[in-house]
């Protein structure tokens, strides 16, 4: 096995911006800085991970450190940056996972546990949602939800269950299915319904609407395939045709790719992926990266060690010593690192017209904590700087505060959407909420 040289921790660099109405000076923390706790996310600190700071294995430092989630304290609210307001959409729901809006501007929320699809509509006075209604109910842990065809005016809304790909007819403006669900495809079943493991299943349509991806997560946490047939087409981005016929593996070796969407700029698909656990406070990072056609991302065999969107560097998973040497040199290294056991879930791309200009183009993802850390982490929003559509490799902090310094948990970001009037909504299955932030220069 490899030996791996720990860097010295490197200073943080202030780099001012300039140019914008909300020019700010910006800490960018490289090296051991960048690595972070909930209780030091702050909005507008930068990160910018790479390999070359990433420890050796150390097994000896897993812990559970699972969140403990309390109510709300009456002082606690979502922290966003100078000029951003965060009021509270929608309360009192039922594990609210994945959200995203619909062409005529309502959102629709999959609310898993209880196997059902919510829409709201509009924005009271009060910042509250005007309505809220079930679209449809009987499902089996839904999460993704993609409407088609693209464009202004879809005919369906296609729903990633646990087990299958399943849509509903649908059309502007209707709050309530108005036809039967119909399964398309099967896929791998996961949760505790369908098998075990990561069940989560994002669903997501190429650019151009001929191709139907599918994310679906690995069964274990680091189960070798060769020996596990239960991870056959897991730890994948599948490919379906819009009709639900299979045709490939688009991409493997990615643990859990929890968050899909389709990079505006450059047509690419990009994923947010929670990767494994048992390596030490500060291995594996959980990451988002654009996903090339056939590509390899290491998981089970190696975790990554290049240079960022490239194959060339796998580093073998201790746990699986001397197996499949062949992939090592394929292994690609994602765009951006986060840090270690952040649990990256939704993402997407900001087109909206509401946020400064310097918004346009760059990506947001929720990021909802995980239990494998010793220091707390994750539980916030962050911002994807994008240059010409392309990953900088950096990311920051951009809502965040669902953490009590007392270490406790009161929100867990989850789903992010943009509305029709480039606002942002995020879901927050901890407080079994929906938080709407705008901007207002204020």
């Known amino acids: 096995m490899r030996h791996y040289r720990v860097l010295s921790a490197l200073a943080a660099t202030v780099i001012g911006i300039t140019g914008s109405a909300t020019a700010q000076n910006q800490t960018v923390l490289t090296g051991q800085a960048a690595f972070t706790d909930a209780l030091h996310e702050s909005p507008g600190i930068r990160r910018h991970l790479t390999t070359a700071d990433l420890p050796g294995p150390a097994p000896e430092q897993s812990v559970d450190n699972g969140p403990k989630i309390v109510p709300r304290p009456s002082d606690a609210w979502p922290k966003a940056p100078a000029g951003f307001k965060v009021e509270l959409y929608a309360t009192d729901l039922d594990n609210p996972r994945l959200i995203r809006t619909a062409p005529n501007g309502d959102i629709f929320l999959a609310e898993s546990e209880t196997g059902k699809i919510v829409v709201f509509r509009g924005v009271g006075s009060d910042g509250k949602a005007k309505t809220m209604n079930v679209f449809a109910t009987g499902l089996h842990q839904p999460f993704g939800l993609a409407f088609y065809p693209l464009g202004p005016n879809p005919e369906y809304l296609y729903v990633g269950d646990t087990d299958q790909i399943v849509r509903f007819p649908y059309h502007n403006g209707d709050l309530k299915a108005t036809g039967e669900m119909v399964n398309i495809a099967e896929l791998p079943g996961g949760g505790r319904l369908r098998g075990g493991g990561h069940w989560t299943r994002d669903?997501?349509?190429?650019?151009?609407?001929?191709?139907?991806?599918?994310?679906?997560?690995?069964?274990?946490?680091?189960?070798?395939?060769?020996?596990?047939?239960?991870?056959?087409?897991?730890?994948?981005?599948?490919e379906f045709t819009p009709t639900g016929n299979f045709v490939k593996v688009y991409a493997s070796g990615l643990r859990n790719c929890v968050g899909e969407t389709i990079n505006p700029t450059t047509g690419e698909l990009w994923c947010s992926t929670n990767e494994r656990d048992g390596l030490g406070n500060n291995l594996v990072p959980d990451y988002v990266t654009h996903v090339q056609e056939d590509g390899f991302y290491g998981w089970p065999w190696f975790y990554f060690h290049g240079t960022a969107g490239q194959a060339g560097g796998?580093?073998?998973?201790?746990?699986?010593?001397?197996?499949?040497?062949?992939?090592?040199?394929?292994?690609?290294?994602?765009?951006?690192?986060?840090?270690?056991?952040?649990?990256?879930?939704?993402?997407?791309?900001?087109?909206?017209?509401?946020?400064?200009?310097?918004?346009?183009?760059?990506?947001?993802?929720?990021?909802?904590?995980?239990?494998?850390?010793?220091?707390?982490?994750?539980?916030?929003?962050?911002r994807l700087p994008m240059k010409n559509g392309h990953a900088t490799g950096e990311y920051e902090d951009f809502l965040t505060g669902f953490v009590n310094a007392d270490g406790t948990v009161w929100g867990r970001p989850v789903g992010v959407t943009v509305a029709k009037d480039g606002s942002l909504f995020v879901s927050d299955d901890g407080s079994g909420s929906i938080w709407h932030v705008t901007y207002t220069g204020k």
Do not use: C
């Not at 997560?217 to 599948?238: F, I, K, Q, Y």
């Not at 062949?326 to 290294?333: A, F, G, M, N, Y």
């Open 314 to 382: 796998g580093v073998q998973d201790p746990r699986h010593p001397g197996k499949h040497p062949e992939l090592q040199s394929k292994v690609i290294t994602p765009d951006i690192l986060v840090n270690p056991h952040f649990a990256s879930l939704e993402m997407l791309f900001y087109e909206g017209q509401q946020f400064p200009k310097e918004y346009r183009g760059d990506g947001f993802a929720a990021e909802h904590g995980s239990w494998n850390r010793a220091q707390r982490s994750g539980y916030e929003v962050i």
């Open 203 to 238: 669903v997501v349509f190429s650019k151009d609407g001929t191709k139907l991806f599918a994310s679906v997560g690995s069964h274990s946490n680091v189960d070798d395939m060769d020996t596990h047939p239960e991870e056959t087409h897991r730890a994948d981005v599948l």
